[in-house]
């Protein structure tokens, strides 16, 4: 992966960073996502919290800085992104905010995720 392919997937607009994100998913079978010593990052207040996740392990390594230093990039498989990880932060409470990069991320219901995930594998 280039730089010039992460620049422009980082200039899309929310739907066809969406729709990349999805299709990225679902061809690597893994998300990635940041975490340290403690656990997993998390962004905002613990009543109001949001799991970042990203396509590809360059995305997460972005924001690999300021509030997150120390932290590393980790893959979590599809399977077990969607049979474990997606039911718990659910219950938990938690929300999902995709390719989070400069203050923004996509915002995402949990079922909404799950069913265009799904609808995604059909294709394969």
């Known amino acids: 992966m280039n730089n010039k392919e992460i620049e422009n997937v980082i200039k899309l607009d929310k ?4 729709e990349y994100f999805i ?8 998300v990635w996502s940041l975490r ?19 396509a590809k392990k360059e ?9 997150w230093k120390g932290y590393y990039s ?3 498989t599809l399977e077990k992104f969607m049979d474990v990880w ?15 990069n400069n203050g923004s991320g996509i915002d995402v219901d949990w079922d909404i995720l ?3 995930i799904r609808l995604e594998m059909e294709k394969y």
């Not at 010593?37 to 998390?42: C, L, Q």
């Not at 995305?59 to 509030?67: G, H």
């Not at 997606?86 to 989070?100: D, V």
Request: proline residues 3%; glycine residues 4%.
């Open 15 to 18: 739907t066809k960073k969406y």
């Open 23 to 30: 299709k990225k998913i679902v061809d690597y079978e893994e």
């Open 36 to 54: 340290d010593e403690e656990g997993w990052a998390m962004l905002g207040e613990e009543d109001n919290s949001y799991f970042p996740v990203w």
């Open 59 to 67: 995305y997460s390594d972005l924001c690999i800085s300021e509030e």
């Open 74 to 76: 980790e893959s979590i």
């Open 86 to 100: 997606i039911p718990n932060l659910k219950c938990e409470g938690s929300r999902i905010t995709i390719m989070w």
């Open 114 to 116: 799950l069913n265009d």
